[in-house]
């Protein structure tokens, strides 16, 4: 019923929907969620071609059910996140970021294209060295992300594997 009752207040006089990253205009956003995907990205190409190496197929028997499904798996969470990586930075780039920051920095563009690319690359293939540059792209945007907040970031190596450089806010 509340519902019918705004519907119709939105006809009458056409009100303006806002939209945000999580439809409440909050004004949080991040790049951490992305550098973390891009970073898990490269940990699943890593345990793929881990277990692909190691599977010692030379003996032409049949891979059995546990190598299936643990191939299976890695390449669904390294497809899964090198679209979240994307998604993120869409997010960032839809509402967060202005022409201003465009004009300061101008390899922002080329940067957001480079990492829908390597995204989709990533999500293609299981080649380290596109996911590592998927990584390392994404550094680059947290980098300037943050520098438009005017806040300071360093370089260190992510605690986790695959052991990567990350960048991070100085806070």
């Known amino acids: ?91 960032i780039m839809g509402d967060y970021l202005k022409e201003a920051h465009y004009q300061e920095y101008p390899e922002l563009a080329g940067l957001v294209l480079n990492i829908m690319q390597l995204g989709s690359k990533s999500r293609q293939t299981a080649d380290r060295e596109t996911a590592v540059a998927l990584v390392e792209a994404v550094n680059r945007f947290a980098e300037i992300f943050w520098a438009t907040k005017g806040v300071e970031t360093k370089r260190a190596t992510a605690p986790y594997a695959p052991s990567l450089e990350t960048v991070y806010p100085v806070l």
């Open 1 to 91: 019923m509340v519902y019918r009752i705004l519907e119709a207040f939105d006809k009458m006089f056409g009100l303006e929907q806002a939209r945000a990253h999580c439809d409440v205009p909050c004004g949080i956003y991040d790049p951490i969620k992305a550098q973390i995907a891009a970073l898990t990205v490269v940990r699943m190409v890593d345990l793929l071609n881990d277990k692909l190496e190691n599977h010692g197929n030379d003996n032409g028997s049949q891979p059995d059910a546990e190598f299936i499904n643990s191939v299976a798996r890695y390449v669904a969470v390294k497809e899964e996140h090198a679209e979240e990586c994307k998604h993120e930075i869409r997010v």
